[in-house]
């Protein structure tokens, strides 16, 4: 069996590695892929917003299955593009990628079906936006519409911090046209919470829980980046909470995609704050979350071939999907200076006897030699019994990898540490 899966980071690397232990796979080809995966699968250099020629070039392989992974190829229409040339996708179509696509659609829509969220306003008017600021309480956070490669949310703390962000989405344009329009929301204190779900539009399976670490330096300083990286479960979210979810969030978030037309398959990622008010829906996320994924899906115990094909199919209910009931952390090394500049271009060294557990985002092969190529190197995942253990064994991993300009948080899992001791 011929895969294409479509993307080039940490996530599709995990994603591919786990879609090889299924014996009926052949050949895995990723567009674009990189430097690491390329040691996993077939690179081909084709963008991964590059659709018509993702569809051409899986009509010219013969591709049994596509996985696209990334938000922006599945906002695009990727999945689209590829089932019309009769190739079975998992992911949703473009008019239910639109759930991450725009902010405004999302927060419309859980108004509308009444899916706790935050209080919110929107704005198409920057003057409208600023008037509104001048009473609206603080700190609030502020919401670029359209997709903003994770960094199109701030959160302010002051009215000028506010009225600054307005103007640099909305005048300047610092995330182009996704700032045509702005939410401007509540602002929500507690726990966050990632759950990732496989869903075939009428079943919702939760995948294992998980805490994501967005801030670049340690004890949550520093710029919020795409993530420093992750355990699982996270010790939050109690089987209480996530019947609560099930009922309220994931389950009428399903219902109301679908009495919009907008039937979702795929995986859908809710994003998660356990407020003194119960759980809200920060965001959703079409896809798997990067770098969520390195650790929910070293904790699949089920075939992820055959999951994926059950949400395309929609015999999602007929399926087994098991987690391992055991905990696990992904630490990610970065290029010193991410998320804002930073130098690119070093040799990286892995042992071999860790390349399992290693997950590559931003390398590039010249010459034989793996070379960094972006902001987040790699994610460094263990899995053991304990949390203690995991954290423990990511670290020792890290250690044994080497690039010049290696830069890394100290401290992941800590937080999830001390909430599962108290």
Request: glycine share 10%; net charge negative.
């Amino acid at each position: 069996m011929k895969i294409l899966v479509v993307g080039g980071g940490g996530r599709e690397h995990a994603i591919i590695k786990k879609l090889k232990e299924n014996k009926t796979v052949t050949e895995i080809f990723a567009t674009p892929g990189n430097g690491g995966i390329a040691k996993d699968a077939t690179c081909v250099d084709i963008g991964a917003k590059e659709i018509d020629k993702i569809a051409a070039f899986a009509m010219e392989n013969a591709i049994d299955y596509a996985v696209v992974a990334p938000d922006d190829p599945l906002v695009l229409g990727c999945v689209d593009a590829l089932e019309e040339k009769g190739i079975p996708c998992f992911g949703p179509r473009a008019n239910a990628a639109i759930i991450e696509g725009s902010k405004v659609f999302s927060k419309n829509l859980m108004k509308k079906y009444n899916i706790p969220t935050a209080a919110y306003e929107v704005f198409t008017d920057m003057d409208a936006a600023l008037t509104y600021l001048d009473t609206a309480p603080i700190p609030t956070v502020i919401k670029a519409d359209g997709l903003a490669l994770g960094k199109g949310v701030i959160i302010a703390m002051t009215r000028k911090e506010a009225k600054d962000a307005v103007r640099s989405m909305m005048a300047d344009k610092v995330f182009g046209k996704s700032g045509d329009q702005i939410v401007i929301e509540e602002f929500l204190t507690g726990p966050e919470v990632s759950v990732l779900s496989f869903t075939d539009g009428k079943t919702v399976v939760p995948m294992i829980s998980s805490m994501d670490h967005k801030r670049a330096g340690d004890n949550d300083t520093g710029l919020n980046t795409g993530g420093m990286g992750t355990v699982a479960p996270n010790p939050y979210y109690t089987a209480e909470l996530a019947e609560e979810c099930m009922q309220t969030i994931f389950l009428p978030t399903i219902a109301a995609m679908n009495a919009e037309g907008r039937k979702f398959k795929g995986c859908l990622y809710f994003g998660l704050m356990l407020t003194p008010n119960g759980p809200k829906v920060i965001e959703y996320n079409c896809r798997f979350g990067d770098p969520e994924t390195q650790v929910v899906l070293p904790l699949l115990e089920s075939d992820l071939l055959t999951v994926m094909q059950a949400t395309t199919n929609g015999t999602l209910a007929e399926t087994e999907v098991k987690f391992a009931d055991k905990n696990a952390c992904c630490v990610i090394m970065a290029s010193k200076g991410y998320p804002t500049a930073y130098e690119k271009g070093y040799e990286m060294t892995i042992p071999e006897v860790i390349w399992d557990n290693v997950y590559v985002a931003g390398a590039a092969l010249k010459d034989g030699k793996l070379l960094t190529n972006g902001g987040r190197v790699l994610g460094a995942t263990a899995v053991a019994d304990t949390l203690d253990q995991a954290i423990d064994s990511a670290y020792k991993m890290v250690k044994t990898i080497h690039f010049d300009n290696a830069y890394y948080r100290n401290d992941i899992g800590a937080k999830a540490l001390k909430a599962g001791r108290n």
